[in-house]
């Protein structure tokens, strides 16, 4: 972890003669003068909160050690656990502070010299930042102790500042020590010292604020509200909305799905939230069926038949069920590299449907200047001579919102027009209009326009890239040059079969929409030959998103069929594989023209390939 001091010669000792004389102070404003390099982590102060005060409450042998340790600053924590030798651990290492066992006499001393350990078995020292956790044993007697260090960093926040004074609810994501208290705490000053909001913190286990009815001056003008006990802490929530007007709500690791429902019922009533929860990534909320409410909730939706065609998916899927309670979701990878999801409503859209989200990732670069690097939609390549083309991964507009919401009632012609409006941005119109033609190697005009029906876009667009296929796709049959459509729909359907009939577009067939399927049909249209040997067999075309898990499974079947059961006559029995898995081998086997069966019970079901 790094320390960050002030550059001048004497630096080191004025920081922490200002942390024991400007943060032992109550005065806020005297905390607020430190905070004058946020932008620049190389001129970034951090103040240590008295860390002699966490030193006192040491046994004398454990904290002269300390004392002399040349890294004290930078300490996380000091870990006392019964029978075992004394520990001090920084960001990335540990290191024992002596040769002799914590005894019950050492955790003595430092309990008496703690406040009052609540139901969460959390304890801090009146006036400081410092929390100190125990464990029990099963008679309810303490036989370890966490003394976190705490500390206020002013200027922790230069990476997210400006999404901060949007007044949008932000939810910070992290692994646990990886600043996320931190962060909340030095927000909470921003919005209340610097944006002159009224900030009130449920502060459950007074890691915010610190120990004490007084709390600390690192918050500012902020109020805080403690929680008698842990399992309260979503009814003084609400008490703190209903009873003392706040703007802005802050909230230290979210839990229950009490406090989850809490935090929605606050949104609601127009107050910004600032809350922290553990897990990394916004995928670990969407599997997490207690927080998922604070990304909007997750729900299992069963489409129609046309609409299932359309996706390319399975007739039940999963959806965002409301509107997220965090607008912002922030990922705390490292101290000083975040990962920013501004719209978590079209990140979890995203997630949901199989599609990589766009996030932003921000760090500081060497000279201390705040780089935001933006994701970039994944290429679409049409053919070898259009690398650099760009298409969106999926639809947006009404197609990608996540749910189907209906229009306000407005005038009709105005409802419509909107409409229209809403379809004709849901694709990039240069991307379907204008037709552009470069000669290919028979002099044949490419790229091919193709009008899919009832073919799943996904399907489509890895086979073109796979295959790397000058096909372009059209919405306007006016300019395709060939209908691609399922094989039932044409049989259902007698106005396209006329409509193309009249503009004299040939249609495809396509057997099932699957990508081999989609792949035969694309090269039957463009007069490719054929190609059924082996040598033509790319497996990534059988892949759903090309893991090496998914390659393995497909390459274990092609060898099967091309080393044993084509030539020898023989059936063969592949290796175990899931439900996915074995649908793709199946896929591949049907590519020979030959039968397959899957048999055996879960989890040993597998394939068994029969000569033809």
Request: glycine share 6%; net charge negative.
């Amino acid at each position: 972890m790094a320390n960050f001091k002030s550059n001048t010669p004497d630096g080191n000792e004025r920081d922490r003669n200002l942390s024991k004389t400007n943060l032992l102070s109550s005065s806020a404003p005297a905390v607020s003068k430190l905070n004058d390099s946020h932008h620049n982590p190389k001129t970034r102060t951090e103040i240590t909160d008295d860390l002699d005060r966490l030193l006192d409450i040491l046994p004398v042998k454990i904290r002269t050690a300390l004392e002399g340790h040349p890294n004290k600053d930078k300490a996380i924590e000091v870990v006392l656990d019964l029978g075992r030798l004394p520990e001090v651990r920084f960001f990335d290492d540990a290191e024992y502070l002596s040769q002799d066992p914590v005894t019950k006499e050492d955790l003595q001393h430092s309990i008496e010299r703690v406040g009052h350990f609540s139901g969460d078995n959390r304890a801090g020292i009146e006036r400081t930042l410092h929390r100190i956790s125990a464990i029990r044993n099963r008679q309810g007697t303490i036989i370890g102790l966490t003394c976190r260090v705490g500390r206020a960093v002013f200027g922790t926040i230069g990476l997210i500042r400006d999404l901060v004074e949007t007044g949008q609810s932000i939810l910070l994501l992290g692994r646990p020590g990886v600043g996320k208290t931190t962060a909340l705490r030095e927000i909470t000053r921003i919005i209340a010292d610097e944006l002159k909001k009224r900030v009130v913190i449920i502060d459950t286990s007074n890691e915010i604020a610190g120990d004490g009815d007084i709390p600390h001056p690192a918050i500012g003008r902020a109020r805080r509200m403690q929680v008698a006990k842990p399992e309260l802490q979503h009814q003084v929530m609400i008490e703190a909305v209903e009873n003392h007007t706040p703007e802005v709500i802050i909230i230290d690791e979210i839990g229950t799905e009490l406090e989850a429902l809490a935090a929605r019922t606050i949104a609601e009533r127009g107050v910004q939230l600032v809350g922290t929860a553990h897990g990394n990534q916004i995928e670990n909320l969407i599997k997490n069926p207690t927080l998922a409410d604070l990304i909007g909730g997750i729900q299992a939706v069963t489409l129609g038949d046309d609409e299932a065609r359309r996706r390319g998916s399975q007739k039940t899927v999963l959806e965002r069920k409301a509107p997220p309670t965090f607008e912002i979701a922030v990922e705390m990878q490292e101290r000083y590299r975040w990962v920013v999801h501004p719209d978590v409503a079209d990140t979890v859209d995203r997630l949901l449907r199989g599609r990589e989200p766009m996030p932003e990732e921000r760090t500081f670069d060497e000279s201390g200047e705040l780089k935001i690097v933006q994701n970039d939609p994944p290429l679409y390549l049409v053919n070898s001579s259009q690398k650099n083309a760009h298409e969106p991964s999926q639809p947006r507009g009404w197609r990608a919102s996540g749910q189907m919401r209906a229009l306000p009632s407005l005038d009709p012609k105005q409802s419509e027009s909107d409409f229209e409006e809403m379809l004709a941005r849901s694709w990039p119109p240069e991307n379907w209009q204008e037709k552009v033609r470069l000669p290919g190697p028979n002099g044949e005009d490419l790229p091919l326009y193709v009008y899919p029906y009832g073919i799943g876009r996904s399907q489509l667009e890895q086979a073109i890239d796979v295959l790397k296929l000058p096909v372009m796709l059209t919405k306007d049959m006016n300019s395709a040059d060939v209908v691609l459509a399922l094989r039932s729909q044409i049989k259902n359907h007698s106005k396209l079969r006329q409509i193309s009939k009249a503009r004299q577009i040939p249609i495809h067939p396509v057997k099932s929409n699957t990508i081999p399927q989609i792949s035969k049909a694309l090269r039957r249209a463009l007069g490719m030959e054929d190609l059924s040997s082996s040598d033509a067999v790319d497996l990534r075309l059988f892949s759903f998103n090309g893991s090496d898990d998914e390659l393995e499974a497909l390459e274990e079947a092609r060898l099967a069929v091309e080393n044993i059961v084509i030539p020898k006559g023989q059936p063969v029995e592949l290796l175990p594989r899931s439900p996915k898995v074995r649908k793709m081998q199946h896929e591949l086997v049907e590519h020979y023209r030959l039968q397959s069966d899957s048999f055996g019970e879960e989890p040993n079901r597998r394939l068994r390939i029969y000569p033809a």
